[in-house]
């Protein structure tokens, strides 16, 4: 399975359109469209919290919380399954799961590829930073 080629990059911008989308050095875009565990970390006067965020319908007091720009992915992989999973080295984590009905997550990267998790599921990856033989779509 290829890796998300993102660990590493820092989040240069967190924005709400049409989901959540993560602009992150190296010229990476990474847009969630379906809705996903955040996690909290926890801070001198609170526990660590997961929050539920829809975010095609998110609420501004949850818009608030996504105050992790300038920290770097720590962790990036996805499962079998399409689910994604994200760590920053602020605490924050994101654990989004594939959609039955259509597109749940999407990463593009100028410089290496293109990777989605399509419906059911099925994650589809295009790398053109590789020798061909590794780069085949999958």
Not at 29 to 56: C, G, M, N
Not at 99 to 109: A, I, N, Q, V
Request: glycine content about 6%.
């Amino acid at each position: 399975m290829t890796e998300p080629w993102i660990r590493g990059c820092v989040v240069q911008r967190i924005m709400f359109r049409d989901g959540l989308v993560l602009n992150l050095d190296d010229y990476n875009e990474l847009v969630i469209s379906v809705p996903f565990f955040y996690t909290l970390p926890q801070t001198a006067r609170d526990d660590e919290e997961v929050v539920l965020i829809d975010p095609r319908a998110a609420k501004a007091e949850h818009r608030a919380l996504f105050d992790f720009a300038g920290s770097t992915c720590t962790h990036a992989s996805w499962d079998e399954d399409g689910s994604l999973h994200l760590r920053f080295s602020d605490g924050h984590e994101i654990h989004a799961h594939s959609d039955e009905r259509g597109t749940s997550w999407e990463l593009y990267g100028k410089l290496h590829g293109y990777a989605a998790c399509l419906a059911h599921g099925e994650v589809r990856v295009v790398r053109h930073d590789l020798p061909e033989d590794e780069s085949a779509e999958r």
